[in-house]
């Protein structure tokens, strides 16, 4: 079965200090990588996307992550996190046939003072 | 440009009833996708629905259905309530498939009592 394993459930870390979430996903021919962030009480917001092509991917608020291929995974980076960074984060991989996304269990990134 | 609205936001209903959950997508997108999101379980894929057709279906029991209308929106049902369907259930909107990325609502939080 297609997987998403979050290697972490929380992540503390001090404000302006650069952070690393951690992805791995089961390997797969082809595969259609994400990340994204809940706010508490909110919805899932798209961080950015790994479709093919270049393999570090820029995406929204200054994160950006990194395919790895032979490695199987999708790390999510922030050179200098902000207080507001404070949320969950969620990995996702798309499912081969069909729109399904399959999704990590998440990592609980906490910014401190 | 309005996002994917899901109503009603809060929902609290008795074991063994039923309850319908609605979502209206971003305007001009076609798939819609249902997720639900519990402590223990996290985030699990309920179903999709492409141009009124379901596309693609989770391993849900029965009890979980769904439909989308000739305008896109979409409402799941969900029939003899069991405790262990309090979530928070998760709209998705797409153009397409999942090389558009899917933007995700805000979410219904069901509580069943």
């Known amino acids: 079965a297609q997987s998403v394993t979050q290697l972490d459930s929380q992540v503390p870390v001090f404000e302006e200090a650069p952070v690393e979430l951690r992805c791995n996903y089961s390997?797969?021919?082809?595969?259609?990588l994400f990340w994204y962030v809940q706010y508490p009480n909110q919805g899932l917001q798209l961080l950015l996307k790994y479709l093919s092509g270049s393999t570090l991917v820029k995406g929204i608020n200054g994160f950006e992550a990194e395919f790895n291929k032979s490695q199987t995974s999708f790390h999510l980076r922030k050179p200098s996190v902000h207080i507001s960074d404070t949320a969950e984060y969620f990995c996702?991989?798309?499912?081969?046939?069909?729109?399904?996304?399959?999704f990590g269990t998440g990592t609980q990134l906490k910014v401190e003072l | 440009k309005a996002g994917v609205t899901q109503t009603p936001r809060y929902l609290i209903k008795t074991r063994g009833q039923q309850v319908t959950l609605s979502c209206s997508p971003i305007s001009g997108h076609r798939s819609v996708s249902w997720y639900q999101q519990t402590p223990g379980q996290g985030l699990q894929f309920l179903f999709e629905y492409f141009s009124e057709t379901q596309r693609n279906k989770g391993n849900f029991p029965g009890r979980f259905s769904g439909r989308q209308f000739s305008n896109s929106r979409s409402e799941m049902n969900v029939s003899t309530l069991e405790l262990g369907d309090s979530a928070l259930y998760l709209c998705?909107?797409?153009?397409?498939?999942?090389?558009?990325?899917?933007?995700f609502g805000s979410g219904t939080r069901l509580t069943v009592v």
């Open positions: 996702a991989r798309g499912s081969g046939g069909g729109n399904k996304l399959t």
């Open positions: 998705a909107s797409s153009l397409g498939d999942l090389s558009y990325g899917y933007t």
């Open positions: 390997s797969s021919v082809s595969v259609y």
